[in-house]
């Protein structure tokens, strides 16, 4: 599953009365996902200096992977 289709899926399912258009959902999506990725890349260590910051790093790329959907969610 992608991450966008979890957060459409969330807001389909919201009690916000949604009478847009077909692609509402996923404009409504994009702001989200937009704030996330810049939130996670704020986060990101420049450099790994340690293994904690590698680890930390490498959790930071998974989560930008998932959230531009170049990466499955897990299971």
Known sequence: MKFQE???GAIQR????LRFEPG????MAQPVTDVLQAWVSA???QSAKSDYDAGY???AVQLLAEL???ADLPE
């Open 14 to 17: 919201s009690e916000i009365p």
């Open 24 to 27: 509402a959902e996923e404009a």
């Open 43 to 45: 986060h990101m260590p």
């Open 57 to 59: 790093r490498a959790l």
């Open 6 to 8: 979890l957060l459409i």
């Open 68 to 70: 531009d959907g170049s």
